[in-house]
């Protein structure tokens, strides 16, 4: 539109100054034609024929005529009459009033993107928080936000600022104890030689480190418990502050067991009948060793498994990445990226074999 009038004001103008020449009789016979043609397209088109202007027509005739009184222009020969010039004139005025006196920020100004990033943060590590709890805690953060802020933060998002309090799921008690809990479960295998034999193995969720207990063509009472008290042991010398051990209902862990576990402070928490997910970590571990080492591994006997399964506790807790803990090992922290690229370009690396080649772990050489 800008473009237009521009346009429109340039040309006119040339046409203005062709005018000066002219004498005051050629202007009255070329204003005297004009009104002629004006009224052969009256005759021809009608007095109600609706022409239609463009903004920018509206605003060059509303700033040519406006000058002119009322009176005079009632006289001039107009396709429009001339209360619509002078209502385009108005309108002109008034949007351009609007365009200046139009705040630079209307309304509340808007927030922070990091508070409302640290919002959704403060909901999603806190399922049970509403907004009002929000804002408190944003207000002991020493950040200044309207509860209202809050509550539409979080009604954008699709999230309810005010979730009915429900009670804590078997997730929940998982995450939040997760520092607090031990696992354990038996494992079935059968070696070459027909026998069938349990392993017994307990991990620790929060670092995702492995104890293999032992294993036994014979699970009795008297070997479980045995096992028991060398993992309590153990964990008493690594400062391991247990508090529950989530197991089956297997009849191969005995009463005592438990007992044994009380006096070290451990509570023995029992998963649901056929709810395996309940112990969904230790169950994932089971999956893992037999994947990993169990299925591609030829088993002689039970010095065999044993063995094998000492050198895959060892590369499980030392070598092998976890997602869980950012691909870092349960007693590995993830080295620093190399950032120089001549180390990069010269890599060195080097390959360890565990049972034969089953296992895998790699290094740089030194």
Request: net charge positive.
């Amino acid at each position: 539109m800008l473009l237009r009038l521009a346009y429109l004001t340039v040309t006119n103008a040339f046409a203005a100054l062709r005018l000066l020449p002219m004498s005051d009789r050629d202007k009255d016979v070329e204003i005297l034609a004009l009104r002629h043609q004006m009224m052969v397209l009256e005759r021809q088109l009608g007095v109600d024929v609706r022409v239609r202007f463009a903004p920018e027509d509206r605003l060059f005739l509303a700033a040519l005529l406006t000058s002119l009184p009322r009176a005079v222009l009632r006289r001039f020969r107009l396709v429009v009459r001339p209360d619509t010039i002078l209502r385009w004139q108005r309108e002109y005025v008034k949007q351009r009033h609007a365009r200046t006196c139009r705040p630079k920020r209307p309304g509340r100004p808007p927030t922070v993107r990091s508070i409302r990033a640290l919002v959704l943060r403060l909901v999603r590590e806190n399922p049970s928080w509403g907004y009002r709890r929000v804002h408190g805690e944003l207000t002991t953060l020493g950040l200044k936000v309207a509860p209202s802020t809050v509550w539409e933060i979080l009604r954008q998002e699709g999230i309810d600022p005010a979730p009915e309090r429900v009670p804590t799921s078997w997730a929940d008690f998982l995450r939040s104890q997760a520092n607090a809990l031990l696992a354990c479960d038996f494992i079935e295998t059968v070696t070459l030689n027909g026998q069938r034999h349990y392993i017994l193995a307990v991990i620790e969720p929060a670092t995702r480190r492995i104890h293999v207990l032992g294993t036994t063509a014979h699970p009795t009472a008297a070997w479980v418990t045995q096992a028991i008290r060398n993992l309590v042991m153990d964990l008493e010398d690594a400062r391991c502050r247990a508090r529950f051990l989530i197991r089956d209902r297997d009849g191969k862990f005995p009463v005592l067991m438990d007992e044994i576990l009380a006096e070290a402070g451990i509570h023995t928490v029992l998963t649901g009948i056929r709810m395996p997910r309940m112990n969904s970590i230790m169950e994932r571990w089971v999956q893992t060793c037999r994947r990993e080492l169990l299925d591609r591994c030829l088993l002689w006997n039970e010095r065999h498994l044993r063995h094998a399964l000492g050198e895959y506790e060892k590369f499980y807790n030392e070598h092998r990445a976890h997602q869980a803990l950012g691909q870092a090992a349960p007693l590995r922290a993830v080295p620093d990226p190399i950032t120089e690229p001549a180390r990069i370009i010269d890599l060195n690396i080097r390959r360890h074999d565990r049972l034969g080649g089953i296992l895998r772990e790699y290094s740089h050489a030194a």
